[in-house]
């Protein structure tokens, strides 16, 4: 992968420096003047800059010197973006009520029941066309194909109880050390089977800032140990707002003429997180606020930061497809049936969806509101 091209000022600023050998910078005072006002949370620019200075602890780029990764004026920079984007998530996301350490498992059943998101997944199971699937799946593909990577922070941060319940998590999303079952495998499978590119941040260009801020957010929380009660609450809410939306993208990518291989990766975790929000609920995050009581408030707060995104990314999907337009960014930008840049991907058993139906009108609600009364409490997840 790449370094994307620059999508503003910031990026502007920072990417050109990246591409250089890592000395005598000065980024902390370069993208000071740069920094957006309000509304990082959905700002393109914002987002994928702090993406990138993430992505340099993952599989990094192709174009970026490996040794950037600790370069002290590009964490001086970084720390610029987390400390606006940790800014921007206070207030977007209040911290919820918690009773004592003991009460988190009911408190995080309390949280997800009351979550009122749009229901993405309900639109895809019943609505959605061929392009709309494939523009979710890409959506996607930022966070699946390294599934699991940001939580695993956490590992060697926790102790005893929490650390076992964490890696009996974790080794299921890696396949139980089976390559061919990994969870960032099988969603390779679902993009081939789709016909698009399976290639690790293939689509880091065509995904606006909201759906960047949901991984952000993961790293954000894992590469600082101050914040690993966030992290443990954000994989739960993960977990515990799964099996539901997965059984329905199975359904929809089935309805399509998805075949197994396709739809394996939503059938496994139908099965998966079914076990895995009972673990991450009780051994994980319950056992973690029992011994961390001062960090048992964090836990629901990083759960909450996990519902508030995946909130704004779906209504952000589902606005842009009532639209009739795209909800991705860059050269796919444009009318859902116009000529955006020829077909997303190749065909599914040589078959092609049907048209997305019932399309709002004036006094009527639209599939997304319909679908929410079905199943809300997992709308959007995973």
């Given at each position: 992968m790449r370094l994307p091209a620059p999508r503003g000022p910031i990026t502007a600023t920072l990417f050109p420096h990246l591409t250089r050998p890592p000395a005598e910078h000065d980024l902390g005072t370069a993208?000071?003047?740069?920094?957006?006002?309000?509304?990082?949370?959905?700002?393109?620019?914002?987002?994928?800059?702090?993406?990138?200075?993430?992505?340099?602890?993952?599989q990094g780029f192709d174009d970026v010197d490996d040794q950037w990764e600790w370069e002290p004026s590009l964490l001086a920079a970084r720390a610029l973006l987390e400390a606006r984007f940790e800014q921007a998530l206070a207030r977007a996301v209040p911290r919820?009520?918690?009773?004592?350490?003991?009460g988190v498992?009911?408190?995080?059943?309390?949280?997800?029941?009351?979550?009122?998101?749009?229901?993405?997944?309900?639109?895809?199971?019943?609505?959605?066309?061929?392009?709309?699937?494939?523009?979710?799946?890409?959506?996607?593909?930022?966070?699946?194909l390294k599934e699991a990577d940001p939580h695993t922070w956490a590992i060697p941060r926790l102790a005893g109880g929490p650390k076992a319940a964490l890696v009996e998590i974790q080794s299921d999303e890696y396949g139980g050390g089976r390559r061919e079952r990994m969870h960032s495998e099988l969603f390779r499978a679902t993009l081939r089977g789709l016909g698009l590119d399976d290639s690790y941040g293939a689509y880091l260009d065509r995904v606006p800032g909201v759906t960047l801020a949901i991984s952000n957010v993961m790293s954000l929380f894992g590469l600082h140990r101050r914040l690993r009660g966030a992290l443990v609450g954000h994989l739960a809410a993960l977990e515990m707002t799964s099996s539901l939306p997965n059984r329905r993208y199975g359904d929809a990518l089935r309805r399509l003429g998805g075949d197994a291989d396709a739809v394996r990766f939503?059938?496994?975790?139908?099965?998966a997180d079914a076990v895995h929000e009972q673990i991450a609920a009780h051994d994980l995050c319950g056992a973690f606020a029992a011994a961390h009581?001062?960090?048992?408030?964090?836990?629901?707060?990083?759960?909450?930061?996990?519902?508030?995104?995946?909130?704004?990314?779906a209504g952000h999907v589902?606005?842009?497809?009532?639209?009739?337009?795209?909800?991705?960014?860059?050269?796919?930008?444009?009318?859902?049936?116009?000529?955006?840049?020829?077909?997303?991907?190749?065909?599914?058993?040589?078959?092609?969806a049907e048209p997305a139906r019932d399309q709002p009108e004036a006094g009527r609600r639209s599939p997304a509101s319909r679908d929410d009364e079905a199943g809300r409490h997992s709308a959007g997840r995973r």
């Open positions: 993208l000071r003047d740069a920094l957006p006002g309000d509304g990082v949370l959905g700002d393109d620019d914002f987002q994928l800059a702090l993406f990138a200075c993430y992505e340099l602890h993952y919820p009520p918690l009773d004592g350490p003991h498992r009911r408190a995080l059943n309390e949280l997800v029941a009351a979550d009122d998101g749009p229901s993405l997944s309900g639109y895809l199971a019943r609505h959605a066309d061929r392009r709309q699937f494939e523009e979710f799946v890409i959506h996607r593909s930022i966070y699946h939503y059938d496994e975790h139908v099965q009581p001062s960090a048992a408030g964090d836990v629901l707060y990083g759960a909450a930061c996990a519902l508030e995104l995946e909130r704004r990314w589902l606005a842009r497809w009532e639209r009739g337009i795209t909800s991705l960014s860059g050269r796919l930008a444009g009318p859902l049936d116009g000529p955006l840049d020829g077909p997303l991907g190749g065909p599914l058993d040589g078959r092609h």
